[in-house]
Each structure stands twice: as structure tokens, then as C-alpha cells.
């Protein structure tokens, strides 16, 4: 095969035909056009703004802390409702309790004091007896197992008629019944006994005067003697 021949077999072979070639403009075209979709158009075309939802998700947060803090208000209220049930009687009878006058009190009157059962009631009549009768209120957290709480709760339920006291009269009573009282131990009422022998008792400082008795121990007994 000559040279010319094969010159003329490898153009024939590369060469083009007119609607080849239209064919060949029309993918060149269609190339470019998707090389400008793919790569080109994105950057003349502006980004949809991005929709901030921590906004919408900080409101459900609050939200549902709304929902939980009703939801124990609702609790709580159940609760106080439950416990008011249970409380309605005492709150009624405290509410109607009067004053309470309580050298005069008898065992049912001392009773309807809030927290004062029964027994604390014959413990205070007891105790009164012994005494002559109470001065102040605050003596009733000598009575046993009365706690000074339990005072201050009934407080302003309770008035003292200190007219009411019965005296001790130390000139005249027997040794059993001088040292019978709460504030007077069995040595003091020998001592007393050994001054009535010696002289007739008018003043409290007699005492204090002899030590029978501390200036803090008068203080307390001087609304029970007597020195008639």
C-alpha cells in the first residue's frame, strides 16, 4: 500500500460529514451548558436563607417547663387540699376554744386547749393543787412532760387570775404542809420551823436574811406566802 493511499484511508477516517459535525457542535454546546449548571450558576444564585429553629425549640422548652410547673401546682394543691381535710377538725377547734382561765379550769376545759389531752390536763390541775395555783403561764412547762413548745402553742388561749392563789401561811401551817410545796424542799422547811421557834416570820427578807432561801427562790414564792 503506497503513502497516498494510506493519507487517503486516514482522512477518509477522521473526517466529518456536515451533520456529523452539526452533531459535534450540538454536544460541545450541551457540555458547556452543563459545565455552567454544575459549576458556574451556584455562584450567581443567592443560598435560601437557613430557617433558625433554636428559636421554635427554646419556646418548647419553656413550654414544656410551663406544662411541668402546672402540673405540680396541681400536685401541690391535691396535696394541701388532702392535708386541709385532716387539719379542718383541729383548725375548728382551735378556732373555737376561749380563754381558758386557768386557776379555774377544770380537766374538760384544759382539754380543749390544742394539745392538751387528758392527761396533761389532770397533770396541770395536779400540780396546781400543790402549788396554790399558778402566777404565770409560763409554770405550766414545770408540769411534767410539758415542753416549753407546747406552752408557747397555747399562750394566748390561757389568762392567770393570780387573785385565785391560795396562800401558804407559814406562820401557821403544819410541817407536812409547807414542805409539800413544789418550791420548798424538806431541809428549807426544817430551817423554817427552827426561825418560827425563834421569832414570828412578817417579811420575805427574813428569810433571805437566815439563806433559807436565794433572792431567785423569793421571787417565785412570794405569791404563796403568807405571813399572817
Aim: hydrophobic content about 45%; overall charge positive.
Amino acid at each position: 500500500m503506497n503513502r497516498r493511499k494510506i493519507l487517503f484511508l486516514v482522512k477518509e477516517y477522521f473526517s466529518f460529514s456536515s451533520s456529523e459535525r452539526n452533531g459535534v457542535v450540538v454536544l460541545m454546546c450541551l457540555i458547556l451548558l452543563l459545565f455552567f449548571v454544575l459549576f458556574l450558576l451556584p455562584g450567581f444564585v443567592k443560598e435560601k436563607p437557613r430557617i433558625d429553629v433554636s428559636k421554635f425549640e427554646n419556646e418548647i422548652i419553656r413550654f414544656e417547663r410551663a406544662n411541668d410547673s402546672v402540673k405540680s401546682q396541681r400536685s401541690n394543691a391535691n396535696h394541701f387540699q388532702d392535708s386541709a381535710k385532716h387539719l379542718r377538725p383541729v383548725f375548728r377547734k382551735v378556732f373555737q376554744i376561749k380563754k381558758i382561765e386557768l386557776n379555774s379550769a377544770d380537766s374538760a376545759g384544759l382539754d380543749s386547749l390544742p394539745g392538751i389531752g387528758p392527761v396533761f390536763a389532770k397533770r396541770i390541775i395536779k400540780y396546781r393543787e400543790l402549788l396554790g395555783g399558778y402566777y404565770s403561764i409560763n409554770q405550766l412547762s414545770e408540769v411534767f412532760g410539758i415542753p416549753p413548745e407546747l406552752v408557747g402553742k397555747i399562750y394566748n388561749f390561757i389568762i392567770v387570775d393570780t387573785l385565785k392563789i391560795r396562800k401558804l401561811l407559814l406562820n401557821s401551817a403544819d410541817f407536812k404542809k409547807v414542805n409539800a410545796h413544789p418550791y420548798i424542799s424538806f431541809d428549807q422547811t426544817k430551817v423554817i420551823f427552827k426561825l418560827r421557834t425563834r421569832q414570828k416570820i412578817v417579811v420575805s427578807e427574813q428569810l433571805l436574811e437566815n439563806k433559807i432561801f436565794t433572792s431567785e427562790e423569793i421571787i417565785r414564792l412570794r405569791h404563796y406566802l403568807s405571813f399572817d
